[in-house]
């Protein structure tokens, strides 16, 4: 079965320390590749994903991700965080030759100040 | 903003008692779908439509049922609810399933069953 593991429920870091946030995934097929964040109170909106190509994801608000096929990984990092981004991050998996996203457990971004 | 609106936003009811939310979409996407939401357990698909009166399964789909008789809403009921089933629920639409097609997410729903 396909599964998605995120290892850190819960992240602090500083504001403007950089930040990576761990996702790995099962699948034996190819897939796509996707993180959303939730800000509080509110639904997801993807952050970025991966379909093909460069390795390297550039998504919105200073985030990338880099797929990592051999390792089975999908970590998304910033640079420097500002307090905006405490929010919640899933990563998601979709196989190229199904039809339903697969969400991790998710991991729980705090800024502090 | 995709225009997804859930209702109602929030609500308790009691254990035993038929619970109908819904979602409403204003995109005209063919796609929509419900997820739960726990902690620890992410986003999990409790049922899809991939059109009207068309629909199926996700992996957590047992005590709902869904239906869609309009392209824009998509009504899930918990024919007796269970505390189990204490979530937030958001529902989520596509253009297509092919992941070029990004979901978007409404604002979910927040029941309380006691």
């Known amino acids: 079965a396909q599964s998605v593991t995120q290892l850190d429920s819960q992240v602090p870091v500083f504001e403007e320390a950089p930040v990576e946030l761990r996702c790995n995934y099962s699948s034996s097929v190819s897939v796509y590749l996707f993180w959303y964040v939730q800000y509080p109170n509110q639904g997801l909106q993807l952050l970025l994903k991966?379909?093909?190509?460069?390795?390297l994801v550039k998504g919105i608000n200073g985030f990338e991700a880099e797929f990592n096929k051999s390792q089975t990984s999908f970590h998304l990092r910033k640079p420097s965080v500002h307090i905006s981004d405490t929010a919640e991050y899933f990563c998601a998996v979709l196989k190229t030759s199904y039809d339903k996203v697969i969400f991790g457990p998710g991991t729980s971004l705090s800024v502090i100040p | 903003d995709a225009g997804i609106t859930q209702s109602p936003r929030h609500k308790v009811t009691e254990t035993g008692t038929p619970v109908t939310l819904r979602c409403h979409q204003t995109?005209?996407?063919?796609?929509m779908y419900w997820y739960r939401q726990d902690p620890g357990h992410g986003l999990r698909l409790i049922h899809y439509?991939?059109?009207?009166?068309?629909?199926d399964k996700g992996e957590v789909s047992d005590g709902y049922s869904v239906s869609r008789s309009k392209t824009e809403d998509f009504l899930l009921t918990l024919e007796s609810a269970t505390s189990s089933q204490t979530s937030v629920y958001f529902c989520?639409?596509?253009?297509?399933?092919?992941?070029?097609?990004?979901?978007?997410f409404g604002p979910g729903t927040r029941l309380t069953v006691t």
């Open positions: 989520a639409i596509s253009e297509s399933t092919r992941a070029r097609s990004e979901q978007y």
């Open positions: 995109e005209n996407h063919r796609y």
């Open positions: 991966y379909l093909s190509g460069s390795t």
């Open positions: 439509s991939y059109g009207v009166k068309d629909t």
